[in-house]
Nanobody, 121 residues
Framework: VQLQASGGGLVQAGGSLRLSCAAS????????MGWFRQAPGKEREFVAA????????YYADSVKGRFTISRDNAKNTVYLQMNSLKPEDTAVYYCAADPRLGPNFWEYDYWGQGTLVTVSS
């Protein structure tokens, strides 16, 4: 699976962004998808994940109620809608794919290149 993340940019605190991750290669709909982020000097952390069908979603406590993960299997794309952004959301955001759904980045087999989100105060 090849993944291409996009949609990052500079936004003011309180604003919104929608990230997209387009997949190609093997059957996208058979993979759970996750979003992770890594801020400078920090470890990569889990943000959100969605099952292959879209029927199950999981969120980090830090983004719950503000971010929404979704997928369109017909378009081979997963999205991360980010609302009420905070400066601490500033990071490079990565999408990832794995047959199993989970929050652990080391379990994901396929990764996109990352897209930078910068939230100004």
């Amino acid at each position: 699976v090849q993944l291409q993340a996009s949609g990052g940019g500079l936004v003011q605190a309180g604003g919104s962004l929608r990230l997209s991750c387009a997949a190609s290669g093997r059957t996208f709909s058979s993979y759970a998808m996750g979003w992770f982020r890594q801020a400078p000097g920090k470890e990569r952390e889990f943000v959100a994940a969605i099952s292959w069908s879209g029927g199950s979603t999981y969120y980090a406590d830090s983004v719950k109620g503000r971010f929404t993960i979704s997928r369109d299997n017909a378009k081979n794309t997963v999205y991360l809608q980010m609302n009420s952004l905070k400066p601490e959301d500033t990071a490079v955001y990565y999408c990832a794919a794995d047959p199993r759904l989970g929050p652990n980045f080391w379990e994901y087999d396929y990764w996109g290149q990352g897209t930078l989100v910068t939230v100004s105060s």
